[in-house]
């Protein structure tokens, strides 16, 4: 009935503009919350987990920047070159008189005529003198020359990956490391929960303390005010006027610094929340109920369940992403094909170009030998992967061991709860015994006094036991991943 009706006084002050801790929306004015939309309104404006998402955003484009590898890749380049009128001489002559010795044209006589039968020395003469004098004049044509002017060319280029084991492994590695810093996100969010219901739970327990000094405070003002009427009728001494005076004044003493940190308490919860120091906070839980609703000995019976653990999820996380290294050291024995394609547009040419206008062509890469180098590296991967997996058992023996230890904590601290609240009830009890008796003079201001401080030690305990309480059930919560 109590949260129906926080639920409707909610909505009506968000109508009305008062409450503005609503999505989407930036703190001004006064602000009023009660734990749950402090929690949401931390997981909307606190500073730490803007980066936490940003490195979410970031790890979006690196998959998209894997993929990409292996899609068609178009380049385009543009250039120009200069020769400065270079001049390119080629000929396709003899080069030259051939020198001849008379020995050697003797010899040369004397196998023509034995391979010919019946020719002549004259016969010879005019054949082989007319073919030799024909070369000769072709020797002596001048060679050949080509100026090279200026050139221009606009390339543009396609390529496209057909085969690649490592990009394959690649992309299923980009997305388990999406996965990590989604887990990452979470680990954090569960963190900023946390320390905003801790600060929400501190300023709480410390606003609970105040009230009961300033209610003992005032019933001890009108106790000193009545000693001090029966010391004016002569019915009490000076002494007994000092000694609550004395008590009073330490109480003021005691109220004015949990004043102060109660103010501390809101400025570490508004740095939580992301708030500006000047900007009012109004929490609308009250301790005792809220400690009442959060029925903390359930936590005792609920089953801790590993995989719901969001340490024990990134480490999982870690552990695949390890396997993926291992498959992506092994894909580097294999081949990598690729496809390409290239036009060149002329826009200057010289005379002599021999560019095509058109290329196309496969490029295969086979890895051959490498010294070791590729095993080693598949060795250390396959080792990575394997310490990953001992650190795995290892967490997950330490995460059922915080699972009883937390459960202990929360058993001890509730039994010393009841046994503090049993306490705050004598003392309470003492104490308007003791004031009682005081007024009718059959005990000291001192007895009083120490009454007194007996019944704040009390209170105190049982302050702080709450707060054990509520500490020990946040660990347990944040453990399993309820918060």
Do not use: C
């Not at 000047?278 to 301790?287: N, S």
């Amino acid at each position: 009935m109590k949260n129906r009706m926080s639920k409707t006084i909610f909505t009506i002050l968000l109508a009305m503009g008062i409450l503005l801790p609503g999505i989407g929306q930036e703190p001004a004015g006064e602000l009023v919350l009660d734990l749950q939309g402090a929690v949401n309104y931390a997981l909307e404006y606190n500073k730490a987990l803007k980066n936490s998402r940003l490195e979410v955003d970031r790890s979006d484009a690196s998959i998209w920047e894997a993929i990409s590898q292996g899609l068609p890749q178009v380049d385009g380049a543009m250039d120009f070159m200069s020769y400065f009128n270079y001049e390119l001489e080629f000929s396709f002559g003899g080069g030259g008189f051939p020198d001849f010795s008379d020995e050697q044209l003797l010899q040369a006589l004397d196998q023509t005529m034995s391979a010919f039968p019946g020719t002549t020395p004259t016969d010879i003469y005019r054949h082989t003198a007319g073919n030799y004098y024909d070369g000769v004049l072709q020797s002596m044509v001048p060679p050949s020359t080509i100026v090279l002017g200026n050139s221009s060319s606009a390339k543009l280029q396609l390529s496209q990956l057909i085969f690649s084991g490592q990009y394959i492994a690649g992309i299923q590695t980009a997305k388990l490391a999406k996965k990590i810093s989604e887990q990452n996100l979470e680990y954090n969010e569960l963190n900023t929960k946390e320390t905003v219901i801790t600060s929400y739970y501190l300023v709480l327990i410390t606003e609970e303390s105040l009230a009961i000094v300033e209610q003992n405070l005032a019933n001890l003002k009108e106790t000193l005010t009545q000693t001090e009427n029966m010391f004016n009728a002569g019915m009490a001494e000076q002494t007994d006027v000092d000694q609550i005076s004395i008590t009073v004044n330490q109480l003021r003493n005691s109220k004015t610094a949990l004043e102060r940190n109660v103010e501390l308490n809101y400025n570490l919860l508004r740095f939580q929340l992301g708030l500006e120091p000047d900007i009012g906070l109004t929490l609308t839980d009250d301790l005792r109920s809220l400690f009442i609703e959060l029925q903390p000995e359930t936590a005792l019976t609920i089953p801790f369940l590993l995989d719901n653990n969001v340490t024990y999820q990134i480490m999982q996380s870690q552990e695949e992403i390890n396997k993926k290294l291992v498959d992506l050291e092994k894909w580097n024995y294999a081949p990598t094909l690729a496809g390409f394609y290239n036009y060149n547009a002329k826009i200057l040419t010289t005379d002599f170009d021999m560019n095509p206008n058109h290329l196309a062509g496969l490029s295969l890469a086979v890895p051959i030998f490498s010294s070791g180098m590729r095993k080693a590296r598949v060795d250390q991967a396959k080792i990575d992967y394997s310490m990953a997996q001992t650190n795995r058992s290892i967490l997950e023996d330490q995460l059922l061991l915080q699972d009883k230890q937390y459960k202990y904590n929360l058993q001890t601290s509730l039994d010393n709860l009841y046994t503090q609240k049993e306490n705050v009830e004598v003392a309470q009890r003492v104490f308007d015994s003791y004031q009682r008796k005081f007024e009718q003079g059959m005990v000291t201001s001192l007895d009083l006094t120490q009454a007194n401080g007996n019944y704040l030690d009390a209170e105190s305990n049982y302050i702080n036991a709450i707060m054990e309480v509520l500490n020990a059930r946040l660990q347990l919560d944040k453990l399993m991943n309820t918060l």
